[in-house]
């Protein structure tokens, strides 16, 4: 499985960003795709999530209503709509992907991209 994350970029408050995650080496069926974010000096933590070959959905706190997950089956994409970003928005994104149950947990996902980098400036 090989997860690329793409769509960083620098962005001023109040803009927005697409982020991109293309799946391949398997069919996802069944697997739970989601987004965490880390910044300097924090841990990696949970942003948004989605199963596959459903349409439910989960968000953090933090960017519900701001944040949109949302996937293209023909394209084994999944994408982060960022929008109305703040400063505290700025981290390295990461797509990561695992079979199961949609769940928050860094340590249960078992693929993971590289990360892109987001940075919002005030």
């Known amino acids: 499985v090989q997860l690329q994350a793409s769509g960083g970029g620098l962005v001023q408050a109040g803009g927005s960003l697409r982020l991109s995650c293309a799946a391949s080496?398997?069919?996802?069926?069944?697997?739970?795709m989601a987004w965490f974010r880390q910044a300097p000096g924090k841990e990696r933590e949970f942003v948004a999530g989605?199963?596959?070959?459903?349409?439910?959905?989960s968000y953090a706190n933090s960017v519900k209503g701001r944040f949109t997950i949302s996937k293209d089956n023909a394209k084994n994409t999944v994408y982060l709509q960022m929008n109305s970003l703040k400063p505290e928005d700025t981290a390295v994104y990461y797509c990561a992907a695992t079979p199961g149950f949609l769940v928050r947990i860094t340590s249960h996902y078992s693929y993971w991209g590289q990360g892109t980098l987001v940075t919002v400036s005030s």
């Open positions: 080496g398997r069919t996802f069926s069944g697997y739970v």
């Open positions: 989605t199963i596959w070959s459903e349409d439910s959905t």
